[in-house]
């Protein structure tokens, strides 16, 4: 493990069986993780947990994965805003299994990107499988720059698409997988290097070892770190000081 500190900035750790014990591990190993929810009847108990931590926050979600079974869970989301930060797991997803419900999934998304520019200075983590066109542009009519930021998980647009999520003042949440895939690479070589985070996305991505967890994003940051031409503690240090400008914003 590197010597400094660690982001995993997109983690499911209610999925984890061990959710508290999880909790605990990412504080005294001082990772900073973005624990995101699914549907915002999850948020309460990750918060309640988050909130004993300093290095664990909890973002309020409702996957667009999901939304075909939980869109009236849209009002308690929006009960909820006020008292979180952060926003996700959130977006489009236009993959064959969801494309059926994507209409209804722009609806929600439409909704959610409003009210966080309403409030400001929310963060949100954002879902785009096939749909990155379309999110960035809700992203420009919904969420003007200086009402909130975005960024843009596990990202797999094409290079223009990412050329306009950078000008759109978008950062990007890079994982394992994203760096096995040549032509994903390809893209993360082309981003700006201060608009990089690091993350697992686990439960669903897999190491060397089996199912990661926060503390395996060495493996991510190690990966990149070669891709990029630094040193891993090197690199670290300037994720780092990316998450402070993007909380800082």
């Avoid at 990412?26 to 947990?49: G, I, K, M, S």
């Avoid at 979180?84 to 993959?95: F, I, P, Q, T, W």
């Avoid at 089996?210 to 300037?238: H, N």
Wanted: glycine share 6%; proline share 4%.
């Amino acid at each position: 493990m590197t010597s400094k500190r660690l982001v995993d900035f997109h983690c499911h750790l209610d999925l984890y069986p061990d959710h508290e014990e999880l909790v605990r591990e990412c504080d005294h190993l001082e990772v900073f993780t973005l624990a995101v929810t699914t549907t915002p009847r999850a948020w309460r108990r990750n918060h309640e947990l988050a909130s004993k931590t300093r290095y664990v926050r909890a973002a309020l979600g409702l996957h667009p994965q999901l939304v075909a079974m939980c869109s009236a869970e849209i009002a308690l989301w929006e009960e909820l805003l006020p008292n979180s930060r952060y926003v996700g797991e959130v977006g489009l997803d236009a993959g064959p299994r969801f494309y059926r419900s994507l209409d209804q999934q722009k609806q929600v998304f439409e909704h959610i990107l409003r009210k966080c520019a309403a409030a400001g200075g929310k963060i949100l983590t954002i879902h785009s499988v096939r749909a990155a066109t379309p999110v960035l542009d809700m992203l420009e009519e919904h969420l003007p720059q200086g009402r909130g930021v975005s960024v843009l998980h596990w990202f797999t647009g094409t290079k223009a698409e990412a050329k306009r999520a950078v000008e759109l003042g978008c950062y990007f949440s890079i994982n394992i997988e994203m760096l096995r895939n040549e032509r994903h690479t390809a893209l993360i070589m082309g981003l700006p290097q201060d608009r990089l985070l690091t993350e697992t996305d686990g439960p669903f991505v897999k190491g060397a070892e089996g199912t990661m967890r926060p503390r395996d994003v060495t493996l991510t940051l190690g990966s990149l770190a070669r891709l990029l031409g630094f040193e891993a503690d090197d690199l670290a240090t300037k994720i780092q000081g990316n998450l402070k400008q993007l909380v800082s914003a």
